[in-house]
C-alpha cells in the first residue's frame, strides 16, 4: 500500500507567538507549488490558535504536543482534547521520549492520553523508542513492543487506523546521532509487524509509521527513500521554516 509521506515538526518548548507566526509567513510561500508529502506542526499550546490561523488555507496542520484525559474538570494545569481541538488542533502527540523520561510518563499515562486523544477526535501520534541502553543490551525490539502493546491495550483497530506512529530511538533525539536508514527501515518493519499481529493486515498497512531522531535536510532524503519510513517527525531542524520546507523537499537545503 502506497502511504503519503508526512512530515511533523516538534517545536518543543521553542517559539513565542511572534516567532510561530513569522514561521507560517516564510513557510507559506515555500510550499506554495504544493509538497508532494503533508505537513504537521507541534508548537507550544499557546501557539495552536495563532498558528493555525496563520497556516489557515495552506494544508498545514497544527497538532498540540501534549493533553490530559479528562475531558473538563478540577485538573490544575492540564488541557483537554476538547480544548486543543476548539484552539485549531487536529493532532496531538503521545509518548515522546521528553515527556516519558524527563516528566516522568509512564505506558500508563500514555495509553490514558493516547486513548483521551482517540476518543476526543485528535489524530494521535504515538512515539515509541529505546534508550541508548536498551539498544546496546538488543532490546530495542522487546521495548518498543512493550510500549505499543500498553498503548492500545483494549483499543480495536479502527483506533488504531487512526493512529500515526512515530518511532523515535531515544539516543538519536536532540543528539546529532540519527538511525541509519537500514535501523529504522528494520524497526518500522518490526512495528508493522506488531500491528499486523495485533489488529490485522489492512488495519497495519494503512498506519503512518515516521522516523524521529536528528533528521535534517542532509539525512532526511536518504531515510523518506525507505519505502517503510512514511514521514519524519522533526525536532530541532523544523524550527527553521526553510530548513523544515528542505526536509519535506520542496526548498534547497540550506
Ligand atoms: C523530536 O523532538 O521528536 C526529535 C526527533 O528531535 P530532534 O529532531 O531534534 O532529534
Redesign the pocket.
Known amino acids: 500500500m502506497r502511504r503519503r509521506k508526512l512530515i511533523a515538526a ?1 517545536w ?1 518548548m521553542n517559539k513565542r507567538v511572534s516567532e510561530a507566526v513569522a514561521f507560517a509567513d516564510a513557510l507559506r510561500p515555500l510550499i506554495a507549488g504544493g509538497s508532494g508529502c503533508d505537513l504537521l506542526v507541534f508548537p507550544s499550546f499557546f501557539c495552536v490558535r495563532p498558528l493555525a490561523d496563520a497556516l489557515a488555507g495552506s494544508g498545514v496542520a497544527v497538532g498540540a504536543q501534549d493533553l490530559f484525559w479528562e475531558k473538563d474538570g478540577a485538573y490544575t494545569g492540564e488541557v483537554s482534547a476538547a480544548m486543543l481541538r476548539d484552539a485549531g488542533a487536529s493532532h496531538v ?1 503521545a509518548g ?3 515527556r516519558r523520561h524527563v516528566i516522568g510518563e509512564t505506558d500508563v499515562v500514555v495509553a490514558r492520553k493516547l486513548h483521551a486523544a482517540m476518543d476526543g477526535g485528535l489524530t494521535p501520534v504515538l ?1 515509541v523508542g529505546e534508550t541508548l541502553p536498551e539498544r546496546e543490551a538488543g532490546r530495542q525490539r522487546e521495548v518498543v513492543a512493550r510500549q505499543l502493546t500498553a498503548a492500545f491495550a483494549g483499543r480495536p483497530g479502527g483506533d488504531a487506523a487512526r493512529t500515526v506512529i ?1 518511532y ?1 530511538p531515544v539516543w ?5 546521532k ?1 538511525a541509519t536508514p537500514d535501523d529504522a527501515a528494520a524497526m518500522h518493519r518490526a512495528i508493522r509487524a506488531w500491528l499486523r499481529e495485533r489488529f490485522d493486515g489492512k488495519t497495519a498497512d494503512g498506519i503512518r509509521i515516521l522516523y ?5 535536510p542532509e539525512n532526511a532524503a536518504d531515510l523518506l527513500a525507505r519505502d517503510e519510513i512514511d514521514g ?7 524550527l527553521d521554516a526553510r530548513s523544515f520546507a528542505a526536509i519535506a523537499g520542496v526548498a534547497p537545503a540550506v
Not at 524521529?212 to 535534517?216: F, L
Open positions: 516538534n518543543k502527540l515522546h521520549s521528553e512515539c512515530a523515535e538519536a533525539i536532540g543528539t546529532g540519527n524521529g531522531g536528528s533528521a535534517k519524519l517527525l522533526v525536532g530541532g531542524a523544523s
